[in-house]
């Protein structure tokens, strides 16, 4: 190990996006008024009622179109016909639900982007599982033991990238052709009460309607799942982003070497499943007190004998952070953030402290060739 490193950690028990594009609503509304007016004048009255074909044609087709506002002309173009052509409103309803039933077995049957991604993200799942355990495990700083850990990092690290990678490519035709189709069969049921009073689903709530809808369909559900799966990835690489943004708008007091041993930090944290840390001033400021201490007063450890700084929780408090301090890492070396890291890392105590599940921020103080690293929870910040 190149260079020295003493750590403690806190209680390791401490406490550790569904949106998707919908098609815009009432692009037609001009349209479908003045289709209804035209209606209105062929169907006159009750006796004059003829069938227009044509009409029936058109609206069945529109009933199958991914844009909510023709389905609902289509809709509305059954409601003011005469009851003779109701037989034809429910052969279209038919029509509809298989439509849009082979539109949802398609997407899952199809290999694509949106479906590469859920059978990636469920590996990753998996894997983060498997891999948080090994990295919370002593190896008595074991080398060998070590690497192995090391090599099984590099390699979550890779299929994290990959998940990401798919989640950002641009998945909005596939989740647009999902919601459509799963919307589309809940307004079919909806209307398919219009001829039968003792339907169930008129008990059921529109979301009761739509978990319903989804239960009953296998493809349906595992569609489901899919968008689930990759809203959960959007919102992990938002979250980091954010973080990311936070910590390069840091002033002066935070340097280089802080912002990269920061971004290295969350990237792996991220990549296991943990939230990323923002760098915060008052508790950097601790942090960086006490390597200046060290390297002025000749010590290496987390007690120190300065007056009112023996405990990181005293220098956390004396630099008025506004939270709780809950782990400190030192370590004397190179004075390079990876050289830091790779020695904490390495370390098992030090490697709990950095993927510790709790805090919400981080501070970073250098001084030379020490290094300090604080993790705490700071009031307000989610």
């Not at 004048?41 to 087709?61: I, K, P, R």
């Not at 983060?128 to 099984?152: C, F, G, N, P, W």
């Not at 339907?199 to 309607?209: C, H, M, N, P, V």
Request: glycine share 6%; proline share 2%.
């Amino acid at each position: 190990m190149n260079g020295m490193l003493h750590g403690s950690t806190a209680d390791p028990a401490a406490p550790a996006i569904r949106s998707t594009g919908r098609m815009a609503r009432g692009r037609l509304a001009c349209g479908l008024a003045v289709f209804c007016m035209l209606l209105s004048s062929v169907f006159s009255s009750a006796e004059d009622a003829v069938v227009n074909m044509q009409y029936v044609s058109t609206a069945g087709e529109w009933m199958k179109n991914p844009d909510a506002a023709k389905r609902k002309a289509a809709y509305l173009t059954f409601h003011i016909m005469d009851a003779s052509a109701q037989k034809y409103f429910k052969s279209a309803l038919d029509a509809a639900q298989k439509f849009h039933q082979g539109n949802i077995s398609r997407l899952d049957a199809t290999k694509n982007s949106l479906n590469e991604h859920a059978e990636l993200a469920k590996r990753l799942g998996e894997e983060r599982s498997r891999v948080i355990q090994l990295i919370r495990t002593d190896y008595h700083k074991d080398a060998k033991k070590v690497k192995m850990l090391r090599d099984e990092m590099e390699s979550l690290m890779a299929l994290h990238e990959k998940v990401v990678k798919l989640a950002k490519k641009n998945l909005t035709t596939d989740l647009a052709t999902t919601e459509a189709a799963i919307d589309a069969l809940c307004e079919i049921a909806r209307e398919r009460e219009k001829f039968d009073s003792s339907a169930f689903t008129k008990k059921l709530s529109d979301k009761e309607l739509r978990a319903s809808i989804i239960n009953d369909s296998l493809e349906a559900e595992r569609v489901e799942k899919t968008i689930a799966s990759l809203e959960k990835s959007c919102k992990e690489i938002a979250a980091l982003a954010e973080v990311e943004k936070h910590n390069a708008a840091n002033g002066k007091w935070c340097s280089a070497g802080m912002k990269s041993f920061a971004t290295l930090c969350n990237y792996e944290r991220v990549a296991v499943g943990l939230r990323p840390l923002f760098v915060e001033e008052k508790l950097s400021s601790a942090a960086e007190g006490h390597s200046s201490d060290m390297a002025s007063k000749g010590f290496f450890d987390h007690e120190s004998p300065v007056p009112n700084k023996k405990t990181p929780w005293d220098r956390a408090k004396l630099a008025e952070f506004d939270g709780q301090a809950s782990g400190e890492n030192i370590f004397m070396g190179p004075t390079n953030y990876q050289a830091a890291y790779n020695g904490w890392f390495g370390s098992d105590g030090h490697r709990f402290c950095m993927f510790s599940d709790g805090p919400n921020c981080m501070g970073v103080g250098i001084s030379g060739v020490h290094w300090t690293m604080m993790i705490g929870s700071k009031n307000g910040w989610q």
